[in-house]
């Protein structure tokens, strides 16, 4: 009879390598599920049907919880990039389908995922991160030991930033619901315009805000805009001397509620910078009508050019913005019939 005499080895997370998420996820509890019945997993039903996984949402899952997670993970860039198409997934699909255990686990284990990636960051930057490792052992009903070898980075390049968060006493409208008290007039055209989030200050002049959003409706319903995957947001932003940011990275569309005229500005940001497609009076603009737009408009608006440093946005898309902003404002809003 073979004895194996070697002391198994506890498994401790190490933030500064890659973490086996085998070693702290319970992957063989889905492996060897058996699939005649529903999986049930933080909320989440999966059903396997040859060699794809069929995952839903379970009757009481809560979807304001991902918005959370996924705003919380905006503060973070690279995070950010990572795993932005998972949550634009889980956002917007009914129903996720994949054949890769992999990306099972990270769509069923989303937020523990989410929470290693931030500690890993703080880890390497020298900050805190007990909160993080706190709630990985909430969510994962288990204490996780940790090893001590480091290899942080001392650095100041940590900087976060509340822009793309929403405000605590703002009033919002997002895809799986909306703030108390928010006008009923104001929900009915937030439910037409189906963008990500809609965030307003918590006072705000309701006429003139339905006035705006109508606009911003007819806008896009004008021009046939279908991709709407951005979030707007109106908050004062004087410290940033602008009237209006659009934050590539996040898609949010930022408008100092004091200059709400410039949202069509950042809206030709958006249609730039993820090259959406749109029409005018039944004319496709593509990527190459832009390019002709921008070349043809170039001088117009040269002298426009200034502090967009915290943007980062080039000057072709500067260009653009002026453009498609003056557009809406002579040719498209002028013709509309209240």
């Given amino acids: 009879m073979n004895t ?14 890659s973490i086996e998420l ?43 919880n991902i918005f959370n997670i996924y705003n919380l993970i905006k503060n973070y860039s690279d995070i950010f990039f990572k795993y932005k198409d998972l949550f634009s997934k889980l956002l917007e699909d009914k129903t996720i389908i994949t054949s890769s255990i992999n ?9 523990v995922i989410a929470f290693i990636e931030i500690a890993i960051y703080k880890h390497k930057y020298d900050l805190d991160n ?42 919002y409208w997002n895809l799986s619901g909306c703030s108390n008290k928010l006008d009923s007039s104001v929900i009915n055209i937030a439910n037409n315009l189906k963008i990500r989030e809609l965030e307003l200050p918590r006072l705000y002049e309701k006429n003139k805000v339905i006035n705006l959003l109508s606009n911003l409706e007819y806008v896009l319903k004008t021009l046939n805009i279908k991709n709407r995957k951005f979030e707007l947001r ?6 940033y001397k602008k009237k209006g940011m659009y934050l590539k990275n996040a898609e949010c569309l930022i408008v100092d509620p004091r200059y709400s005229e ?3 500005h950042e809206l030709g940001h ?19 009508s832009r390019k002709k737009i921008i070349k043809d408009n170039e001088y117009k608006y040269q002298n426009q050019l200034k502090n967009h440093k915290v943007e980062e946005l080039d000057s072709d898309s500067e260009i653009f ?7 809406i404002k002579n040719d498209i809003l002028n013709n509309k019939t209240n």
């Fill in 4 to 17: 194996n005499i070697l002391r198994e080895e506890k498994y401790k997370v190490n933030l500064s390598q």
């Fill in 321 to 327: 913005a002026y453009w498609f902003e003056d557009m």
């Fill in 22 to 64: 085998e070693k702290i996820i319970d992957f063989e509890k889905i492996i060897k599920h058996d699939f005649s019945k529903k999986l049930v997993i933080n909320g989440f039903y999966v059903e396997k049907k040859e060699n794809f996984y069929f995952i839903n949402k379970g009757r009481f899952f809560d979807n304001n």
């Fill in 234 to 239: 109106f908050k004062k932003i004087g410290l």
């Fill in 103 to 111: 990306s099972l686990i990270s769509y069923l284990y989303y937020e």
């Fill in 262 to 264: 410039t949202l069509f």
């Fill in 270 to 288: 958006f249609i730039h910078e993820t090259n959406t497609i749109f029409f005018i009076n039944g004319k496709k603009i593509t990527k190459a």
């Fill in 130 to 171: 007990s909160i993080e490792k706190e709630k990985i052992n909430a969510l994962l009903g288990k204490k996780i030991e940790y090893s001590k070898k480091q290899n942080k980075i001392k650095t100041k390049e940590y900087v976060k930033t509340k822009l793309t968060q929403r405000t605590v006493t703002a009033k």
